[in-house]
Every structure is written in C-alpha cells, then in structure tokens.
Nanobody, 126 residues
Framework: QVQLVESGGGYVQAGGSLRLSCAPS????????IGWFRQAPGKEREFVAF????????YYADSVKGRFTISRDNAKNTVYLQMNSLKSDDTAVYYC???????????????????WGQGTQVTVSS
C-alpha cells in the first residue's frame, strides 16, 4: 500500500472550478493506476475518474464527463482532478485511490484499489 495525500478541496459557487491534487508519500506513482471517487452524505462511494500513470488513457463517470479532467504531472509526481462547471450535486468528500499496477481497462470499483487518501471536502453552493 501507498499513503496518498490529497489537497485542493473547498467551497465554491455553482458554475465555479476547483482542482484537486493527489500525491504519494515516500514513493513515486510509476506503474500505478489512479482513480478519484466521491461520497456524498447518505450515499455510497462512487467512481469519478481513472488514469494510468504510465499511459494517456482516461475514463470518466457519465455524471462528470465533459466537466472534469484527470491528469498527471510526472515531474511533480502528482495526479490532478480539474473540476469545472461545478454543480450542487458534486458536493461530496473526494478520495484519491491507487492500484499498484497498470490496468489495461479502466478500474471503476472501490474494491479494485489498494490504497486510499484521507479525502477532501468539496462543497458547491447553488
């Protein structure tokens, strides 16, 4: 397992933007697959976005497609989730998760991931 550190959450008005960051503590992301999930109060944790660290392929939940972008910065060893056109329905705790190997297909289940961050709150006011 790897310790993941998230940052970037906060409070924003509907239509605004936020960028979340996720970095591993004490190691690099090389060969990992990384996902973002979110959990709203009273709801199950749901998949948001996926990326392989070693490859350009990305995958998104339908609810965020066209508004959110997952990306990586090799030099900073960091994965980002750029969130634009935010809606009140996007309000949740957002979690970064890591799977220790590259995956040929998108990983969308929480059980697919070995390590989790502590979560960062995103609140969108309507």
């Amino acid at each position: 397992q790897v310790q993941l550190v998230e940052s970037g959450g906060g409070y924003v008005q509907a239509g605004g933007s936020l960028r979340l960051s996720c970095a591993p503590s004490g190691r690099t992301f090389s060969s990992y697959a990384i996902g973002w999930f979110r959990q709203a109060p009273g709801k199950e944790r749901e998949f948001v976005a996926f990326i392989n660290w070693s490859g350009p392929s990305t995958y998104y939940a339908d609810s965020v497609k066209g508004r959110f972008t997952i990306s990586r910065d090799n030099a900073k060893n960091t994965v980002y989730l750029q969130m634009n056109s935010l809606k009140s329905d996007d309000t949740a705790v957002y979690y970064c998760a890591a799977h220790r190997t590259w995956s040929p297909t998108p990983l969308t289940r929480a059980s697919d991931f070995d390590s989790w961050g502590q979560g960062t709150q995103v609140t969108v006011s309507s």
